[in-house]
Structures are given as C-alpha cells and as structure tokens.
C-alpha cells in the first residue's frame, strides 16, 4: 500500500497540493526531512519549511544522513509520519543512503504506508535504477550500485522542458530500458496513492524510442 509522490519541485498546482494535503490528513503530521547533502545553515529547508506547513505539517525532523549522520537519531525518523527526500546530487544522495542502510527503512515505512515524497534526485531514488540521473548529474563519488528504492515501475526525468537534441537522447536511452520513462517539468507531479497512479501536469510517457501520450 504505496503513498508516493514524486515532483521535480514543490508544486503550486492546486490539484496536486490539494491531493497530498489528503495523503497528509487532518491529524498531527511528522516530517522527516532529509536532504541530499549536509547544508548546516540549512538553507533549503528554511526556505522551503513554509510551504510544507501550508499543506498541514506539524512538525519537523531533520535527518541528515551525511556528515552530521548520528545513528541514534534512527528510532526518532522511523516514528516520523512521512518522509521528505530532498533534491541534489542522485549518485551522492544514494550514496549516503546505501552506506547507512536508510534505504531499508525507507521501503518499510512505505510498507507500512506511510507517505513518501520526492523532488528531483529525491523522486529519481524511487525508481528501480538512478542512470537516468546521468542527464543532469556528475556521478564524482564513483558509485557503481545504482538501484534505487524500486517502489515504482517506471524511471523519473524532472526538470523536463523538451527540446530535440534532449529527446533524442531520451528516446534512445529508453530503447536500452525495459521500464517507462514519465517526463515531467517543474510545477508537475505524479502520486501514487494505494497503488493507483494519478499524473497532475503535462507528464509525458517514453517507452521504447517512442512518445506514448
């Protein structure tokens, strides 16, 4: 019973905001945040703090799974309501999640149906394998084990705004991929609620060196 939501960007699409307030509820929510690297000024998540209370967030943990990574803090982020997995660098986000086995307890809590949400290299970690982060991303630490999470069956390209040179090589790049690609553009989002799939933008599906909606 997944409760996934990936976006390029936090979204001021209505409908979108409007159905994750719905994964949220009515009752006290706990984010855990993570980010993709530390930021001890914690730039971003000031930054983006607001907007999450807009959609009904309580409270608030902050888990960096970076150099400020602290073991005991586990028991806390797993009592969390839902989950928050910044954007960044993929290859270094997943890193760091590998090396401290927080990917185990990401797909349990998603098991357990709790929400989990995603922006860029955050949504990217979804998928079954991250290699579509090499449109974007340098891959500088070296990592060589490049499945995500796989709680969902098709690869994620955000920050999609189509131009030839770009879809020919996203067209080519999935006649080597057996799973679909969703393109999708700042401000768009796909949410997964009890296994359905609900698409919110102009998302577009790459299948096989072919556009299929």
């Not at 960007?9 to 690297?37: H, V």
């Not at 970076?66 to 270094?92: A, H, I, P, R």
């Not at 090396?99 to 357990?112: F, G, R, T």
Request: with cysteine; aromatic share 12%; charged share 25%.
């Amino acid at each position: 019973m997944a409760n996934l939501v990936l976006m390029s960007s936090l979204s001021n699409n209505i409908d979108l905001t409007n159905t994750i307030k719905e994964l949220i509820g009515p009752k006290p929510f706990k984010l855990a945040y993570i980010p993709s690297q530390t930021d001890k000024e914690r730039i971003y998540f000031e930054k983006v703090k607001p907007e999450f209370m807009a959609l009904g967030i309580t409270d608030f943990f902050y888990f960096d799974v970076d150099e400020e990574y602290q073991e005991y803090q586990l028991e806390e982020f797993k009592s969390c309501d839902g989950v928050f997995l910044s954007g960044g660098n993929t290859y270094y986000f997943l890193k760091n999640l590998q090396d401290k086995n927080i990917n185990v307890y990401l797909k349990q809590m998603v098991l357990e149906g709790k929400l989990l949400t995603g922006v860029s290299a955050g949504s990217i970690i979804m998928s079954k394998t991250i290699k579509i982060a090499s449109f974007y991303d340098e891959n500088e630490v070296k990592l060589e084990q490049l499945d995500g999470l796989n709680l969902v069956d098709f690869e994620f390209m955000p920050h999609w705004q189509e131009n030839e040179q770009l879809l020919e090589k996203l067209l080519s790049y999935s006649l080597q991929e057996e799973s679909s690609i969703f393109t999708c553009a700042d401000g768009d989002g796909i949410v997964i609620k009890d296994n359905h799939v609900e698409l919110f933008g102009a998302i577009s599906e790459i299948r096989k060196g072919k556009i299929i909606k």
